[in-house]
């Protein structure tokens, strides 16, 4: 997301993730205020950048959606960070990317390949 020509933008419960660019940027005439987003896995970069206000608790963390990579789907896990009820903050945040919660937590499970191998004979 970059923003240019003067504007004032203002991201609130934002999540900016798994981007193939710099997730974050402006040009010097623009103001960018940033609250309680979740920016994490982007390939250029999650810092916000210098020069951004900076609102309420900001994070760097797996938003942990409930597809796989690639699947398109960004519904969050009910043990995502970005849901209230598993925020430790100062300054309560609501739900932050534009999807609610639609599945539960995965559990895994330690194992082993022998018994991995075992289920399929």
Request: glycine share 10%; net charge negative.
């Given at each position: ?10 991201l609130?419960?934002l ?8 997730a ?11 609250a309680?987003?979740d ?10 950048p ?6 309420g ?15 398109e ?11 209230p009820?598993?925020?430790?903050f100062?300054?309560?945040?609501m ?6 919660v ?13 018994s991995?191998k075992?289920?399929?004979?």
């Amino acid at each position: 997301m970059y923003a240019k020509g003067g504007f004032v933008l203002s991201l609130d419960r934002l999540i900016v993730a798994f981007n193939n660019a710099k997730a974050l940027g402006a040009d010097a005439t623009s103001t960018v205020t940033v609250a309680c987003c979740d920016i994490f896995g982007n390939l250029g970069g999650d810092a916000i950048p210098d020069g951004f206000i900076k609102k309420g608790t900001n994070l760097s963390v797996d938003p942990l959606f409930c597809g796989a990579p690639g699947s398109e789907n960004y519904y969050l896990r009910s043990d995502s960070p970005c849901v209230p009820e598993n925020q430790d903050f100062d300054e309560y945040c609501m739900p932050m990317g534009a999807r609610p919660v639609a599945c539960g937590a995965v559990s895994i499970e330690k194992t082993t390949w022998g018994s991995i191998k075992s289920m399929y004979r």
